[in-house]
């Protein structure tokens, strides 16, 4: 089988534990560790579906951001992009079949229960036993469902525009404390203004502000499961923590420490 190589910094390290390879019911699983940017999916895999995900650290794909309780899934040759950052461990899991819970979708975000992320962890193990491996693969398998629209996803026009909104919201994605305006924006693309903002009303339904604010406050979710609040309001782009407070209590209606001690 042939699969796509990381894009970007090579890993510190890449371990592949494979089990029942060359059968429907199969699985292979490898295993990073990164010391910089690493990058996915530039190019298609044609032969097998692939989910990725990471216990310490987050991944952006496309639009959304991904933390430990979500992993992201791309059904085979589906064109797609994650990407990870910093010192983290990510596992890319590859599969012949598609999970009963996500027949129809075709790539995007996707929630991973306890127990199956768990078992993802097990099973890259050296020495592993192949039946005990298979038996998680159904059980990681049996743990997967959609995870629900963020706003700006449910408002997207579905290239309605001419891709230059979803260019920045990429980019953003991977650094959403990024403090690039509008108009700097624009000038990189080569465009006005005004044709800036009109694709991102196509786009998403809604400014350029306005997604830039959602996309933060989604990010900062994730950030808040395993980091404090000042820490997470510097890393999405707010000058101080109250200012950070005060846009995730308007926004979820609870403040950012409630919402990560409920996690």
């Not at 950030?223 to 000042?230: F, G, S």
Request: charged fraction near 25%.
């Amino acid at each position: 089988m042939s699969l796509a190589e990381p894009l970007g910094a090579d890993p510190l390290r890449c371990e592949e534990y494979g089990y029942g390879l060359g059968r429907p019911t199969g699985i292979l699983v490898l295993k990073y560790r990164s010391g910089g940017l690493l990058e996915f999916g530039e190019t298609r895999e044609d032969f097998l579906h692939q989910l990725y995900w990471s216990p310490d650290g987050t991944l952006s794909a496309g639009a959304r951001v991904v933390g430990p309780r979500e992993a992201f899934w791309a059904h085979r040759a589906v064109t797609h992009e994650v990407r990870a950052a910093g010192r983290q461990t990510v596992y890319r899991v590859c599969l012949r079949e598609v999970p009963a819970g996500l027949g129809g979708l075709r790539a995007g975000p996707v929630r991973l229960d306890p127990e199956a992320a768990r078992l993802i962890e097990a099973i890259c193990r050296p020495g592993h036993d192949e039946a005990a491996a298979l038996e998680a693969r159904a059980r990681v398998m049996a743990g997967l469902s959609p995870a629900a629209a963020e706003p700006a996803e449910a408002a997207d026009r579905h290239g309605t525009g001419g891709g230059l909104a979803r260019t920045v919201v990429r980019e953003l994605s991977h650094n959403p404390g990024d403090s690039v305006r509008l108009d700097e924006w624009a000038a990189r693309l080569h465009v006005s203004v005004k044709t800036l903002q009109r694709d991102f009303e196509r786009e998403f339904g809604m400014p350029y502000s306005r997604v830039r604010t959602q996309l933060r406050l989604r990010t900062s979710r994730v950030l808040l499961e395993t980091r404090p609040v000042a820490e997470v309001a510097r890393r999405v782009g707010y000058s101080s923590p109250s200012a950070f407070i005060t846009a995730f209590v308007k926004e979820y209606g609870c403040t950012p420490g409630r919402y990560g001690s409920a996690g």
